[in-house]
């Protein structure tokens, strides 16, 4: 087991690999990163099936005979995370359901119609067939009714693409409807969970972008973790109300925040940066190999980000007077955000559309 990832899981820090393949579970390289690299669940997204779909054929015995792209693909990454689930299922059965998760993604192209996504996020579920796995559910405006619809189901999911802190506490609120829902249909509260997972380099890509411009790159580098910082005390704070204190006492399960994007864009920023400040008990960091390895190598677990709120209120309240329209930033991050996963989902129909006219 490395001593650098152990002590960040000591720490409380949940560590999930942001990537799935076919070849990286026939391989064995995820039993691997399992064993000796302290991985304790997977993420999943429109562009890592698409490069794991391009990349070799590891996927042309399954696709053999089939004709229609979306059928397809549906069973290629529903029969990747499937497998995925059963290989973490120890880590999930000994955490009652905290760890050991595997997410997938509904299509890019419902990000804004609420009532397909809340029907493709049920199919997800019911075709990957196992409690461990987290319907990944965008949070766009449309999409916060869909958590609601989809968490009073009894169905556990990833809310993804969160940047503003404002559209995180309306994340939380739609997760706390949707368990007092859950509750009134008599449904178990234990058995569903869900993370939140907060954007953090592409912040920082957009926001440094426009410190150049402004001629303040002194202040390069931190909105992103100082957005998470209020983020945190946000989540602190909604989970400490008497609201969700009521249906905890029914057995329902906090709506863990989650660092997603944390590989640096930046090289002149260190690779390992957002890892290393970004520390609290009961957190999720989902990150690239990239990134895992680099802090396997050298990582440094830093200090506790927890009760640092008022120093990320400062650092944002900086920059912001230097002139960058976070509202802005965060509207820009969203739409981009959905369009990249769409882009990716038509570059996988193209890769699986090739595979089967071959």
């Known amino acids: 087991m490395n001593d650098r990832l152990k002590q960040l899981s000591q720490a ?52 053999a005979g089939m004709s229609d792209v979306a059928d397809a693909i549906t069973q290629a990454t529903t029969t990747d995370v499937r497998d995925a689930c ?18 997938i993604e509904v299509e890019p192209s419902l990000a804004h119609d609420t009532e397909q996504t809340v029907a493709q996020a049920a199919q997800l579920h019911d075709l990957v067939d196992r409690e461990n796995v987290l319907i990944k559910i965008p949070a766009t ?48 509260l234990s058995t569903i969970h869900s993370v939140a997972s907060i954007f953090i380099s ?23 973790i100082a957005n998470a ?8 704070e909604v989970f400490s109300s008497d609201r969700f204190k009521a249906l905890k006492a ?7 925040p989650l660092w997603a994007s944390t590989s640096t864009k930046d090289p002149a920023l260190p690779d390992t940066l957002y890892v290393s400040e970004l520390i609290a008990d009961g957190v999720v960091n989902t990150m ?21 709120a008022q120093e990320g209120v400062r650092t944002l309240a900086e920059i912001a007077e230097a002139g960058v329209d976070f509202d802005d ?30």
């Open 141 to 188: 405006k449309a999409g916060l009714p869909a958590i609601t619809q989809t968490i009073a189901r009894g169905i556990s999911v990833n809310v993804t693409l969160i940047f503003a802190v404002e559209r995180y506490h309306e994340v939380m609120e739609a997760y706390l409807d949707g368990l007092e829902q859950a509750d009134a249909a008599g449904l178990d």
């Open 12 to 63: 409380g820090v949940s560590i999930w690999l942001d990537d799935l393949s076919r070849d990286r579970l026939t391989s064995g390289n995820l039993a691997e990163l399992i064993a000796e690299k302290s991985v304790v669940g997977v993420t999943t997204n429109p562009s890592i099936f698409a490069a794991a779909l391009s990349d070799g054929d590891a996927y042309a015995e399954q696709l």
């Open 288 to 308: 690239p190999e990239k990134t895992l390895e680099a802090f396997a190598d050298h990582g440094e677990v830093g200090k506790s980000m927890e009760r640092t």
């Open 86 to 103: 059963d290989l973490f299922a120890d880590i999930y059965a000994a955490t009652d359901g905290y760890d050991g998760r595997v997410s």
């Open 250 to 256: 029914k057995g329902a399960n906090y709506q863990r």
């Open 229 to 236: 910082q209020v983020a945190l005390a946000d989540f602190q």
């Open 329 to 358: 930033v965060f509207r820009v991050l969203e739409e981009e955000g959905v369009q990249k996963f769409a882009d990716s989902w038509t570059e996988l129909q193209a890769t699986v559309r090739t595979a089967l006219d071959g």
């Open 202 to 224: 592409r912040i920082d890509a957009e926001v440094d972008k426009r410190l150049d411009d402004l001629g303040r790159a002194d202040l390069k580098g931190k909105a992103a």
